[in-house]
């Protein structure tokens, strides 16, 4: 069953983002997701994450997909002319991609390559015009197609307090349903509470919403997110990953216990995010009791 067909049927999913290498050497990649096989029900492959140069969303899909894993291929407004995005589209649809996520990138300053410039070419509501576009058998000149795509699309939420921020978010994401988006990502979440207060205008739309589970890697990790970055890690997690003989295993069973907490309160579903660290994967899992 595919990831549509799943979450159509209310079932829980796992996404699992699956960085590509900075190179040519596939064998991790493929052998970390082989490892999930059957518990992961689809493979987010990021676009150059933080603006770092990898090998392209594309062919990270392509690889997984060929091998009979079903991937969620990014699609990022700051790397490609409209072009460019429809020419990958289109080749992502004819080599068996069935998802994608329109995503608008981090900024180029995060990354390796502070001499690239932005593109943004098309704005990310633009980009999921495009798509619908695309799957309406046109191309954005209005120019037939010879076949047209037919994707699951999803895109971005950040999740936010309510007020008069949370508003914005909604009317935001009320405007990316219009676009075609049918599932949204969320940043990465630590407070399932926070999440479960926000639960009611969420089921309101009809769309899912999957919440990030993002693995922590240490002590320090968790500190430079608490004081640079809006998300905020519980102390009780910092002080158990501090106090842990094995803490990378305790922050494996951190995001093992926060995606039982997600499922239990009733998400849709939860993306797992590992940054590098793939191979954990089959021990959050097991720590999820997946």
């Known amino acids: 069953m595919q990831l549509q067909e799943k979450l159509t049927a209310r079932e829980f999913v796992i996404l699992a983002e699956m960085e590509p290498p900075k190179g ?35 062919g990270g899909a392509l690889l997984l ?7 969620v291929l990014q699609v990022c407004c700051r790397d490609r002319n409209r072009l460019a995005i429809q020419g990958d589209l289109l080749a992502a ?7 994608v996520m329109a995503v ?49 699309v999803g895109s971005t939420l950040k999740v936010t307090p309510r007020g008069e921020l949370w508003d914005q978010e909604l009317a935001a994401m009320d405007e990316k349903i ?6 949204f990502v969320t940043q990465p979440i630590f407070d ?6 926000l639960q009611e205008s969420l089921n309101e739309r009809q769309a899912a919403v999957i919440p990030t ?13 608490n004081r640079f970055m809006e998300m905020k890690i519980p102390e009780d997690y910092v002080n158990r990953i501090q106090k842990a003989p094995d803490r990378v295993r305790e922050c494996v069973q951190i995001a093992g216990e926060l995606v039982s907490a997600l499922k239990a309160q009733g998400c849709p579903g939860v993306n797992i995010s590992t940054i ?5 994967l089959p021990a959050i899992l097991a720590a999820a009791g997946v």
């Open 213 to 225: 589970v993002l693995l922590l890697k240490s002590v320090g990790m968790a500190k430079y997110i």
């Open 93 to 99: 649809q004819a080599l068996g991609v069935p998802n």
């Open 104 to 152: 608008a990138g981090e900024e180029i300053t995060h990354g390796d390559h502070h001499k690239a410039r932005p593109v943004n070419d098309l704005e990310l509501l633009e980009l999921l015009g495009a798509i619908q576009t695309l799957q309406g058998g046109r191309d954005m000149a209005g120019v037939d197609l010879q076949g047209a795509p037919s994707f699951f």
């Open 65 to 71: 997909q060929s091998r009979g894993l079903e991937t």
């Open 276 to 280: 590098g660290w793939e191979d954990k």
């Open 24 to 58: 040519t050497d596939t064998v991790a990649m493929i052998a970390n997701a082989w490892a999930v096989k059957g518990k992961v029900d689809a493979y987010v492959i990021p676009e150059m994450s933080n603006a770092v140069m990898k090998m392209s969303s594309l």
């Open 192 to 197: 399932p509470g926070a999440l479960a207060k």
């Open 178 to 183: 219009a676009g075609g988006a049918s599932f």
